[in-house]
């Protein structure tokens, strides 16, 4: 028996998303979301469309990542996370001195509320700059949201099995 090439094509797609069509570890999960932060709207997918993340590699905050678990295709989840949970606590062992003079150039640049960027343990790391004086920058190399309230409002867009898996799992 002969079967027409678009039903032939509709079961291929099925076959390769998995039986269940469920977020599984490692999947890639593409979604929608928005973020408020201490209760006011801080970022969304609204204006540039659904971001694509793989399930459990840190994309996104290990609570969020975790809860995708078992979410599928048009679900829709708002996950509360309190404070420190999302980016941990600030750590005010994170905020170093960085004397200009280790700068060059860019050290005419360094100002109260900028922005740097740096390196720390081989890793890029960026920071806020708190205060300059007398050659000296405090930098906060916290992460931005450290001890923030965060409310996820998501949903699942698509979602594909772990690399190499088409059963789903």
């Known amino acids: 028996m002969k079967l027409p090439a678009v039903l032939l ?3 291929a797609c099925a076959c390769s998303r998995g039986p269940d069509g469920k977020v599984h570890p490692g999947s890639t999960v593409r979604l929608d ?7 006011k709207p801080f970022e969304s997918t609204e204006l ?3 971001i694509e993340i793989i399930q459990g590699h840190g994309d996104l905050p290990a609570a969020i990542d975790q809860a995708l678990i078992g979410m599928t295709r048009g679900q829709r989840a708002d ?3 309190p404070a420190g949970a999302g980016f941990g ?6 905020i170093k001195p960085m004397p200009l003079s280790t700068m060059g150039a860019m050290a005419g640049l360094v100002k109260p509320g900028k922005k740097i960027l740096g390196f720390q343990d081989g890793q890029t790391v960026s920071g806020l ?3 300059v004086k007398d050659g000296v920058a405090r930098v906060d190399f ?11 409002r998501l949903q699942i867009v698509a979602v594909d099995p772990p690399h190499g898996d088409t059963s789903g799992n």
């Open 9 to 11: 094509l509709v079961l």
């Open 33 to 39: 979301y928005k973020l408020d932060v201490d209760g």
């Open 48 to 50: 540039h469309g659904p």
């Open 79 to 81: 996950i509360d996370l």
């Open 89 to 94: 606590v600030h750590d005010p062992a994170k």
């Open 129 to 131: 700059v708190l205060e």
């Open 142 to 152: 916290n992460h931005p949201l450290a001890d923030k309230v965060l409310r996820y």
